[in-house]
């Protein structure tokens, strides 16, 4: 079946640096994005998300990007911190708005140099 | 804030043993899902509920029953545990027709 991936699986950057974390999505259909972070022993936090009618969103140090032509999403985190350290997975909504199932990637475990 | 808590944070129990995995949000949220992490597979979804004594298969049902008796309570239940069911468990919630999961810490379930 359709799935989301991810293009890497572990990351590391230099604090300070800013890092980059890439998904890939095969549903043309979802309509709605969501990054999670986990850290070591926690549950998954929800960071930010994303609709399909915009291709940009900003939070707090984090920026997600949707490019729905090659069906590509991106979360950019400014001037990591070692608190930034996580794994941090993708999830779509591959039935419309509000349908009760996320599909969610594999993840990427970031890791932040001192 | 929403709040999703389960009852035990690391689990051991044997072979055969019929197992609880009980997940209370407190959020008043209408939809309560269940999942399992494995390294490399990510989240899967087991069961879910979209209200009280409502229930459906997710994608991985095998082994697992649920209950849910009241709104804020989810229960997963492994019938006769096997080692194959060893895994972190994951309980989330979410408001009926929204998208965002809040997910709880999870239980570390091991099987021996």
């Known amino acids: 079946g359709e799935s989301v991936g991810l293009h890497l699986p572990t990351l590391s950057v230099q604090e300070g640096d800013n890092s980059i974390i890439n998904c890939a999505y095969s549903n043309s259909a979802s309509d709605y994005f969501i990054w999670y972070k986990q850290e070591s022993g926690k549950g998954p936090q929800f960071i930010i998300d994303i609709r399909s009618n915009m291709d940009k969103r900003q939070g707090q140090r984090v920026t997600v990007l949707l490019n729905k032509t090659v069906k590509h999403l991106s979360l950019q985190i400014a001037a990591t911190q070692p608190g930034d350290s996580a794994v941090y997975f993708c999830?779509?909504?591959?039935?419309?708005?509000?349908?009760?199932?996320?599909?969610f990637g594999k993840g990427t475990k970031l890791s932040v140099i001192p | 804030d929403v709040k999703v808590t389960q009852s035990s944070r690391y689990l051991v129990k044997r072979t055969g043993e019929k197992v609880f995995l009980e997940c209370v949000q407190d959020m008043d949220h209408e939809n309560m899902f269940w999942y399992r992490q494995d390294p490399g597979l990510g989240l899967r979804l087991i069961y879910f509920?979209?209200?009280?004594?409502?229930?459906e298969k997710g994608d991985i049902p095998e082994g697992y029953s649920v209950s849910r008796e009241k709104k804020e309570r989810f229960s997963l239940i492994l019938e006769s545990a096997s080692t194959n069911q060893t895994s972190m468990y994951l309980c989330?919630?979410?408001?009926?027709?929204?998208?965002?999961?809040?997910f709880g810490p999870g239980t570390r379930l091991t099987v021996t």
């Open positions: 509920s979209y209200d009280v004594k409502m229930k």
């Open positions: 989330a919630s979410r408001h009926q027709g929204a998208d965002e999961q809040y």
């Open positions: 999830a779509e909504n591959p039935s419309g708005a509000g349908s009760y199932q996320l599909t």
